[in-house]
């Protein structure tokens, strides 16, 4: 699930009080509430995508968290540990 910080998401220009549709996380944040919004998002030079977060009322410590639910499914991304990078590109449509 991609996580959306609570601060992050007021900067977007999201009202807490007008996302209706709740859910619930689980782990380390599973204490909190969150809603889910749908962002209109640009990565890197790609066309933009839509990509559906939780966002949380947690503290402002929890990270930006970009997961399987829908980050991943838009996006092929290879990690080079040894070198410390990775590399993001638009999924592969030859699968689709």
């Given at each position: 699930?991609?996580?959306?910080?609570?601060?992050?998401?007021?900067?977007?220009?999201?009202?807490w009080?007008?996302?209706?549709?709740?859910?619930?996380?689980?782990?380390?944040?599973?204490q909190?509430?969150?809603?889910?919004?749908?962002?209109?998002?640009?990565?890197?030079?790609?066309?933009?995508?839509?990509?559906?977060f939780a966002?949380?009322?947690?503290?402002?410590?929890?990270?930006?968290?970009l997961?399987q639910?829908?980050?991943?499914?838009?996006?092929?991304?290879?990690?080079?540990?040894?070198q410390?990078?990775?590399?993001?590109?638009?999924?592969?449509l030859?699968?689709?």
């Open positions: 699930m991609n996580v959306l910080p609570y601060s992050v998401g007021i900067e977007l220009g999201y009202m009080e007008q996302q209706t549709t709740a859910l619930s996380l689980t782990g380390n944040l599973a909190y509430e969150a809603r889910v919004i749908l962002v209109q998002a640009v990565i890197g030079q790609f066309e933009p995508v839509q990509l559906v966002w949380t009322q947690a503290t402002n410590n929890v990270p930006l968290i997961g639910v829908n980050f991943f499914m838009e996006f092929d991304i290879c990690l080079y540990r040894s410390l990078q990775f590399r993001i590109s638009p999924k592969s030859a699968l689709e």
